[in-house]
């Protein structure tokens, strides 16, 4: 690292840390518990980590902890059926839309009967039964592995989450038992279901966050280990989605405030994705009434100010434009 290289990092790592700062006192919002185990989460935790595309590291607070992925592993999921399938088969099953409904919200598109997007909870659920369909009993080792390389490290999961799901899911097994009355979803709807709920509990911590949103931001390769993990056309695709319906009914609004593809967790996980410049990954569990992590849109909000993140920042001169300043 040269000495001016050096000098913008401690930079952005004072940014990191004036943020953790800024918002360590807001404790607006409450943990999820209506999957009964996320409610043992301390609510006091709280991690930033910034993770470059070419690889630099920023962290602070609890970076190191481990919680479960649940919503955020939707982009990733949906990434691994589109080039499992093709973009036009998975279109066959989910759509491209914001629904403006909650994550959980039980509809489907009148004309098609096709969940209204892959980051709500039915597209989700529809995508993890494609990906079921294609890779049958290997599915969940699959996914362990594209999510590891994406993060950089071998991932594990929380089998007690995952149970406590799997107990309580009825709402998701709802849903996932429509889409089987439609013909959405391939026969073996409860298997896939199961990998749903094994697929929400892998457990990640803040900073494997930003490296899988960096792998993304760095058009598909991990910045970190230097593997190619997605496809490029597919990283345009998941990068989309995210920043349409990432948010869920809060789509719009993070749109207009933060301007960058993004995807929150019922756990407290937020990741934002500037293309080719860097990801944002925070870590606060307690929750707005959308589901979102309230310290984790503060956070992004004033580091997209801050940086000039937003799509259409007058500052923002495209993907270039932090690089040299980074
Ligand atoms: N496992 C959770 C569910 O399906 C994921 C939801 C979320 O993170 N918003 O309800």
Known sequence: MTEATQERSDWLQDLVESMYAKHVANHSGE??????????????????CVVTADG??????E???????????????????????GPDEVARHVGVE?????????????????????MINAGAITVTAL??????????????????????RTLDYDESVYRSESRTGHRNRAIGHLLLNFGMVPEKIDAALELYFKQCAILVNCRDLAIMGATLSNLGNNPVTGQEVYDI????????????????????????????PAKSGVAGGVVAVVNRQLSIASYSPRLDLRGNSCRGI????????????HAFDCMNEGSSYLKALL
């Open 31 to 48: 943990i999820a518990t209506y999957i009964p185990e996320l409610g043992k989460a301390d609510p006091d935790d709280f991690g930033i």
């Open 56 to 61: 630099r590291i920023h962290e602070t607070g």
């Open 63 to 85: 970076s190191n902890k481990t919680f479960t992925i649940q919503s955020i592993s939707k982009p990733f999921t949906y990434g691994m059926a589109l080039e499992a399938y």
């Open 98 to 118: 914001p629904s403006g409904d909650a994550f959980n919200s039980i509809e489907l598109e009148p004309a098609t009967n096709r969940p209204f997007n892959p």
């Open 131 to 152: 990906l079921y369909d294609y890779y049958g009993d290997e599915a969940f080792e699959q996914l362990m592995a594209r999510f590891s390389a994406a993060a950089g």
């Open 233 to 260: 056309d597919r990283v345009k695709d998941m990068l989309s989605i995210m920043f349409t319906c990432g948010m869920y009914d809060y789509s719009g609004q993070w749109a207009y405030k933060v301007g960058v």
């Open 298 to 309: 503060d956070v992004c909000v004033d580091l997209a100010s801050e940086l000039g993140l």
